[in-house]
C-alpha cells in the first residue's frame, strides 16, 4: 500500500515535469509554438487576406489546421510559477501580472480556441473572404492577450 | 464693436477636420485590432499625408496657417504671461499645443510604418529594418498613443475653456474660418488662397505617401531582407 502511493507519486511527478517541464523549457515550448503559429498565420493572411490571387484551398487547410492544434494544445499549461522570467530563445516578455489575471487570461484562451476551431471549419469551405473575416477574429483574440500581459518593447 | 474677420483659409480648415476624422478612426481601429488593423494603415497613411501636407502649407499657406506666424519664441510666450500678447491667430499658448500635437502624430505617423503587431500587421517599412528595431518602435508606437491622448486632452479642454469664460467660439471659427475680433486690432483679412499652391502641396503629400506604400527603396532593400530572412537562424 505504502509502496503503491509513492510509485504513484513518484510517476505523478514525473508525468509532470513530463508535461511541462523546467521553467526554461515552458518558455522554449511556448515560444516555439508562437512561431510556428507565426508561420502558419502568415500565410493565411497572404493568400485570404493580402494576395487573394494566390488562395491555395490545401494550403490554407493545412495552415488553419496547424493554428486549430496550436491554440487547442493547452498553452497555458507552459505558463507555470516563475515563467515571467528566463532567457528561453529570446527573454519572456510575460508580464509578472499574468498570475494575477488568470480568469480574463483563461476567457481568452477559450475564445481563442473557439475562434481557431471556427477558421478550420471556415477553411475547408475553401472561400477567401470568409476566411479573411473568420482570420480578423483570430487575430483580435490574439491582441487581446498581447494586450494583457506581454510586456512591450 | 466687433468685426468678423477670415483668419483661418479653407486648406487648413479642411485639414484639421480630415485629421479629426483620421485620428479618431486610426485610435479606434488601433484599439479594435483583427482585420481593422487594416484601417488603422489606411488612416495613419491619411494622418501621414495630412502632416506633410501642414508642413508645407506651414511655409507657403495663409498668413495666419504659418509657422513664423505663430511659433511660442521666447518674447511672444513673454508678451503673453504678461497679458500684452495681441494677435489673431494661435496665440502662443496655444501654438505650443499645436506644435506639440503635430509632433506627436509625426512621431506615430512614422513609427507605425516600421512597426508590427507579431500578429498579422507589418507596417509599409517593415522590411527595411531589423525586427527587434521594429518591434522597439512598435513598443513606442504605443506608449506615444497615450502622449497624443493627453495633449488632445489639454487641446479640447482650452477650447471648451474659452467658450465658457471668454465666450470664445474657436470651433465655429475653425469651421467657417472667421472670428468675431474687436475692431481696434483692425486685422487685415487672409488673401484667398490660389488653387496652385493648394494643388502643389496636395500632390508632394499624396506622393510621399503612395512612394512609402509602392515600394520606393524599400524594393531595392526587399532582396537583401528576404536573404537575410532565408539564412538568418529563427530567432523565436
Known amino acids: 500500500m505504502k509502496l503503491k502511493l509513492i510509485v504513484a507519486l513518484a510517476l505523478g511527478a514525473v508525468t509532470t515535469a513530463a508535461v511541462a517541464g523546467d521553467v526554461e523549457d515552458q518558455i522554449r515550448f511556448r515560444q516555439s509554438a508562437y512561431s510556428f503559429l507565426g508561420w502558419n498565420t502568415a500565410k493565411i493572411k497572404a493568400q485570404a487576406a493580402?494576395?487573394?490571387?494566390?488562395?491555395?484551398?490545401d494550403q490554407v487547410i493545412a495552415a488553419a489546421n496547424a493554428v486549430a492544434a496550436v491554440a487547442n494544445s493547452g498553452l497555458l499549461s507552459l505558463y507555470g510559477p516563475g515563467t515571467d522570467k528566463g532567457t528561453g530563445w529570446k527573454p519572456t516578455r510575460l508580464k509578472p501580472?499574468?498570475?494575477?489575471?488568470?480568469?480574463?487570461?483563461?476567457?481568452?484562451?477559450?475564445?481563442?480556441?473557439?475562434e481557431a476551431n471556427e477558421l478550420q471549419k471556415v477553411a475547408a469551405n475553401g472561400d477567401a473572404a470568409e476566411v479573411k473575416a473568420q482570420f480578423g477574429k483570430v487575430g483580435a483574440t490574439c491582441k487581446s492577450c498581447h494586450d494583457l500581459i506581454r510586456v512591450r518593447e | 464693436m466687433k468685426v468678423e474677420v477670415h483668419i483661418w483659409d479653407w486648406p487648413l480648415r479642411?485639414?484639421?477636420?480630415?485629421?479629426?476624422?483620421?485620428?479618431?478612426?486610426?485610435?479606434?481601429?488601433?484599439?479594435?485590432?483583427?482585420?481593422?488593423?487594416?484601417?488603422?494603415?489606411?488612416?495613419?497613411s491619411l494622418i501621414l499625408g495630412l502632416l506633410v501636407f501642414r508642413l508645407i502649407w506651414g511655409f507657403i499657406g495663409t498668413t495666419h496657417a504659418r509657422f513664423a506666424n505663430f511659433f511660442p519664441t521666447f518674447s511672444r510666450l513673454v508678451e503673453y504671461v504678461k497679458g500684452e500678447?495681441?494677435?489673431?491667430?494661435?496665440?502662443?499658448?496655444?501654438?505650443?499645443a499645436i506644435i506639440a500635437l503635430l509632433a506627436a502624430l509625426s512621431f506615430l505617423a512614422v513609427t507605425g510604418l516600421?512597426?508590427?503587431?507579431?500578429?498579422a500587421f507589418e507596417g509599409p517599412l517593415f522590411h527595411s529594418i531589423d525586427k527587434e528595431l521594429s518591434d522597439k518602435l512598435s513598443g513606442w508606437h504605443i506608449y506615444a498613443v497615450n502622449i497624443l491622448l493627453g495633449l488632445v486632452a489639454v487641446h479640447v479642454s482650452a477650447i471648451v475653456l474659452y467658450q465658457r469664460l471668454k465666450k470664445t467660439n474657436l470651433v465655429g471659427a475653425m469651421l467657417t474660418g472667421k472670428k468675431q475680433l474687436p475692431k481696434s486690432l483692425a486685422p487685415s483679412p487672409i488673401k484667398p488662397v490660389g488653387p496652385f499652391r493648394f494643388v502643389i502641396t496636395l500632390l508632394i503629400a499624396v506622393t510621399v505617401v503612395w512612394s512609402v506604400w509602392s515600394g520606393g527603396f524599400v524594393n531595392y532593400l526587399a532582396p537583401l531582407a528576404s536573404f537575410q530572412r532565408a539564412t538568418a537562424h529563427p530567432k523565436t
Open chain 1, 50 to 57: 493580402d494576395h487573394p490571387e494566390t488562395f491555395n484551398k
Open chain 1, 97 to 114: 501580472e499574468f498570475f494575477e489575471k488568470q480568469d480574463e487570461v483563461k476567457e481568452i484562451e477559450a475564445t481563442f480556441i473557439k
Open chain 2, 14 to 44: 479642411l485639414f484639421h477636420w480630415l485629421l479629426v476624422v483620421a485620428v479618431v478612426g486610426a485610435y479606434a481601429t488601433g484599439k479594435l485590432g483583427g482585420n481593422l488593423t487594416d484601417w488603422h494603415a489606411r488612416f495613419g
Open chain 2, 85 to 96: 500678447w495681441q494677435g489673431v491667430g494661435h496665440n502662443p499658448a496655444g501654438a505650443i
Open chain 2, 114 to 119: 516600421f512597426a508590427n503587431d507579431d500578429i
